[in-house]
């Protein structure tokens, strides 16, 4: 659906970086992915180095992530033409002289990193640099991923929800939250430019006996030290103590792929259970996005309304309400729906 309000600028957000795949899954072959509304091929140079592209060629407009890597050139997989890391055609098998190449036949190429597992790209120059995570790099601590969880809404909706406190005692009652102790602690929002920082401390349920993935170990009603940096338009890193020297890091990532589909990342880092499978925490994980997404993908609209006065907030909603100012203020979300319309 599209209607009147303050939405998600999609043109705007083509200048931050956003995640397009974990980097485990771009090996030797390419791989679709979808940002903003822009159709990507998502591939490796011969030392590793992530490359994008418009996945569009140039000739037919064939998907390039059908093709295949030779070298340092992306092979169509309808007529052979090879694609440099540039974006620009250097062979056209057709042709007797294969390199004599019109200046035309070239596809966008954009910026891409790979960092924290994950392939990230700026389709325009980006304003501001990724979030520091030392735990996820230094080696010391364990590191876990998990998703992508695809959901049939903007990324501003997942984001928020990753940052709402109020429905967990109702949404994940006896994992992250106990229905007998429903109150949000008060808490401030703190813009410093692109940032949101705030810090709360909650009550927690105790570890359950299928998901032991929590440090809370003391005695009595466990509670939660929890510090968000909310990094502007949709990555969050969250830091969670339980008041002694375990620590855990959640690292989370949007990936907006169209004005009403999103997916998102998830990178763990914890200083404890050090020889926990894996799979214990991804199923955790996967148990939490699966509860979401069924409340999420049911708001209307699909996309998060910035216009504060569209839906009605209460104190315990200082995130969002943070979040959707700051979004306008510094040109994320805008007064007219722009880029790809919902349909």
């Given at each position: 659906?599209?209607?009147?309000?303050?939405?998600?600028?999609?043109?705007?957000?083509?200048?931050?970086?956003?995640?397009?795949?974990?980097?485990?899954?771009?090996?030797?072959?390419?791989?679709?992915?979808?940002?903003?509304?822009?159709?990507?091929?998502?591939?490796?140079?011969?030392?590793?180095?992530?490359?994008?592209?418009?996945?569009?060629?140039?000739?037919?407009?064939?998907?390039?992530?059908?093709?295949?890597?030779?070298?340092?050139?992306?092979?169509?997989?309808?007529?052979?033409?090879?694609?440099?890391?540039?974006?620009?055609?250097?062979?056209?098998?057709?042709?007797?002289?294969?390199?004599?190449?019109?200046?035309?036949?070239?596809?966008?190429?954009?910026?891409?990193?790979?960092?924290?597992?994950?392939?990230?790209?700026?389709?325009?120059?980006?304003?501001?640099?990724?979030?520091?995570?030392?735990?996820?790099?230094?080696?010391?601590?364990?590191?876990v991923p998990a998703g992508p969880y695809r959901w049939r809404c903007d990324a501003a909706r997942q984001v928020e929800n990753f940052t709402d406190f109020g429905h967990f005692p109702w949404v994940h009652p006896g994992l992250l939250g106990d229905p007998e102790r429903p109150v949000v602690p008060s808490h401030q929002v703190r813009a410093d430019g692109h940032v949101l920082r705030y810090e709360i401390v909650r009550p927690e349920v105790p570890n359950s006996e299928d998901f032991p993935v929590f440090g809370n170990e003391q005695a009595g009603p466990p509670e939660r030290r929890s510090r968000y940096e909310l990094h502007l338009p949709y990555t969050i890193v969250l830091r969670l103590g339980w008041g002694g020297q375990r620590g855990m890091v959640y690292f989370f990532a949007s990936q907006p792929a169209a004005a009403d589909r999103c997916a998102g990342y998830v990178v763990i880092g914890r200083n404890y259970n050090t020889g926990q499978p894996d799979q214990v925490i991804r199923e955790f994980e996967d148990t939490i996005f699966g509860q979401d997404q069924v409340v999420v993908e049911s708001q209307r609209p699909e996309r998060v309304p910035f216009d504060l006065a569209a839906e009605l907030h209460l104190r315990f909603d200082a995130v969002a309400v943070a979040y959707r100012k700051a979004m306008r203020d510094l040109g994320l979300a805008a007064s007219t729906p722009i880029g790809i319309s919902v349909e």
């Amino acid at each position: 659906m599209n209607s009147p309000g303050v939405f998600a600028d999609l043109a705007a957000q083509r200048a931050c970086w956003h995640p397009v795949a974990f980097a485990g899954e771009v090996a030797q072959r390419p791989v679709h992915a979808d940002l903003l509304g822009e159709p990507l091929v998502v591939w490796r140079g011969p030392g590793g180095a992530p490359r994008v592209m418009s996945d569009l060629c140039v000739h037919r407009g064939t998907a390039l992530s059908l093709g295949w890597v030779r070298g340092d050139e992306l092979v169509c997989p309808y007529h052979g033409w090879r694609y440099g890391a540039d974006g620009r055609c250097v062979a056209i098998p057709q042709k007797e002289d294969p390199a004599a190449v019109p200046a035309k036949a070239r596809v966008r190429a954009f910026r891409a990193q790979e960092r924290y597992g994950l392939i990230w790209v700026a389709l325009e120059e980006p304003r501001w640099p990724l979030p520091e995570v030392p735990e996820l790099e230094n080696g010391e601590w364990t590191v876990v991923p998990a998703g992508p969880y695809r959901w049939r809404c903007d990324a501003a909706r997942q984001v928020e929800n990753f940052t709402d406190f109020g429905h967990f005692p109702w949404v994940h009652p006896g994992l992250l939250g106990d229905p007998e102790r429903p109150v949000v602690p008060s808490h401030q929002v703190r813009a410093d430019g692109h940032v949101l920082r705030y810090e709360i401390v909650r009550p927690e349920v105790p570890n359950s006996e299928d998901f032991p993935v929590f440090g809370n170990e003391q005695a009595g009603p466990p509670e939660r030290r929890s510090r968000y940096e909310l990094h502007l338009p949709y990555t969050i890193v969250l830091r969670l103590g339980w008041g002694g020297q375990r620590g855990m890091v959640y690292f989370f990532a949007s990936q907006p792929a169209a004005a009403d589909r999103c997916a998102g990342y998830v990178v763990i880092g914890r200083n404890y259970n050090t020889g926990q499978p894996d799979q214990v925490i991804r199923e955790f994980e996967d148990t939490i996005f699966g509860q979401d997404q069924v409340v999420v993908e049911s708001q209307r609209p699909e996309r998060v309304p910035f216009d504060l006065a569209a839906e009605l907030h209460l104190r315990f909603d200082a995130v969002a309400v943070a979040y959707r100012k700051a979004m306008r203020d510094l040109g994320l979300a805008a007064s007219t729906p722009i880029g790809i319309s919902v349909e």
